[in-house]
């Protein structure tokens, strides 16, 4: 998608891209520095369609530890990679991902109760607002001009 040429628009896109970056990196960090953190509660809680899938990582111990390093790991790496602007492309699909999977853990359907969220949502919640914003950010791949994605590539000539 191409943008015009203004500046204004170019920085509150880099704006949106850090901020989502410290979104994830953030959650994965006090994921580290939390004492005996696991997902097995989340996992074993899950209402959605997805449900059977999320019980049975939280069944199996092996599983269930290759999750929790996967998360950690997925968040800090995605959420450093947007915040520098870094490979953006690649890292908006994956923070898309793992988005769509809280979403369908937990999704906000009519009865779908989630103990976890921090409001009353219906259909639309902040995994849904925010994987949009990727979705925008995918498209303009602003790391390109304002992220360290503009090494990666040759200068418009």
């Known amino acids: 998608m191409e943008m015009r040429n203004n500046k204004s628009e170019k920085i509150a896109l880099t704006l949106l891209r850090i901020a989502i ?3 994830f990196f953030h959650e994965g960090l006090n994921k580290v ?10 996992l074993l809680q899950a209402n959605g369609p997805l449900q059977s899938f999320y019980h049975w990582m939280a069944s199996n111990e092996s599983i269930l530890q290759f999750t ?10 995605i959420g450093l990679a947007l915040f520098i602007g870094l490979y953006e492309r690649f890292f908006t699909i994956a923070g898309i991902i793992i988005l769509a ?26 995994n849904l607002i925010t994987a949009c914003a990727l979705l925008v950010l995918f498209h303009f791949n602003i790391a390109k ?3 360290l994605d503009r090494f990666r590539f040759k200068p418009n000539a």
């Open 33 to 42: 520095i939390t004492e005996g953190w696991t997902a097995k509660m989340y």
């Open 21 to 23: 970056g410290w979104l």
């Open 145 to 147: 001009e304002f992220g």
């Open 68 to 77: 929790n390093y996967s998360l950690i790991g997925s968040l800090l790496l």
């Open 101 to 126: 999977l809280f979403y369908f853990a937990y999704p906000p359907w009519g009865e779908s109760i989630n103990s976890y969220a921090e409001g009353n949502y219906l259909l639309v919640d902040k």
